[in-house]
T-cell receptor, first 109, second 113 residues
Framework: GQQVMQIPQYQHVQEGEDFTTYCNSSTTLSNIQWYKQRPGGHPVFLIQLVKSGEVKKQKRLTFQFGEAKKNSSLHITATQTTDVGTYFCAGGYGNKLVFGAGTILRVKS | DAGVIQSPRHEVTEMGQEVTLRCKPISGHDYLFWYRQTMMRGLELLIYFNNNVPIDDSGMPEDRFSAKMPNASFSTLKIQPSEPRDSAVYFC???????????FGNGTRLTVT
């Protein structure tokens, strides 16, 4: 079925350390989107990747889409306390967007 | 995100009662989605509409759940009768094009006792 696996479930890092979360689909995706949800908030769109092998950067965040369009990653360089929250990938299957389970990021200052 | 108003923000009800959640996108849109979020299951897609027509309701848990979109600016999700396992945060979200970003409302936190 249409399912997106995301790991790790949880990561606790020291401020200044890097952080990476990974998503994988068993079937080819039309696109992948990334969202961030702060505690008590709602998911907020970060970025979309569409092309095979695409890499996009937003300041300290780097997003990659695999060559086979089945996996993706989000990497944060030198985490800050403002990065805390849950990061979700969402795989596009036609018009449907299926969310991964999310990775909860905690940053120790 | 601006552009989606959900009501109520919090709802506490007793098992067996009917619950109606409301979603009002401010802008025009083509697609409207209802998601449910729990710790155990994460963000689950319940149903989505395109131009007010339900396209895929395969995520609706069971017959107790129903959703309507009578016009382009209003949608409801109804649970009748409600059960404790329905306790979750329910989000509606919209987008204009098939692959454009989703804009989420603030959600309704439902507690069924």
């Amino acid at each position: 079925g249409q399912q997106v696996m995301q790991i790790p479930q949880y990561q606790h890092v020291q401020e200044g350390e890097d952080f990476t979360t990974y998503c994988n689909s068993s079937t080819t995706l039309s696109n992948i989107q990334w969202y961030k949800q702060r505690p008590g908030g709602h998911p907020v769109f970060l970025i979309q990747l569409v092309k095979s092998g695409e890499v996009k950067k937003q300041k300290r965040l780097t997003f990659q889409f695999g060559e086979a369009k089945k996996n993706s990653s989000l990497h944060i360089t030198a985490t800050q306390t403002t990065d805390v929250g849950t990061y979700f990938c969402a795989g596009g299957y036609g018009n449907k967007l299926v969310f991964g389970a999310g990775t909860i990021l905690r940053v120790k200052s | 995100d601006a552009g989606v108003i959900q009501s109520p923000r919090h709802e506490v009800t007793e098992m067996g009662q009917e619950v109606t959640l409301r979603c009002k996108p401010i802008s025009g849109h083509d697609y409207l989605f209802w998601y449910r979020q729990t710790m155990m299951r994460g963000l689950e897609l319940l149903i989505y509409f395109n131009n007010n027509v339900p396209i895929d309701d395969s995520g609706m848990p069971e017959d107790r759940f129903s959703a309507k979109m009578p016009n382009a600016s209003f949608s409801t999700l109804k649970i009748q009768p409600s059960e404790p396992r329905d306790s979750a945060v329910y989000f509606c979200a919209w987008r204009t094009l098939p692959h454009s970003p989703l804009h989420f409302g603030n959600g309704t936190r439902l507690t069924v006792t």
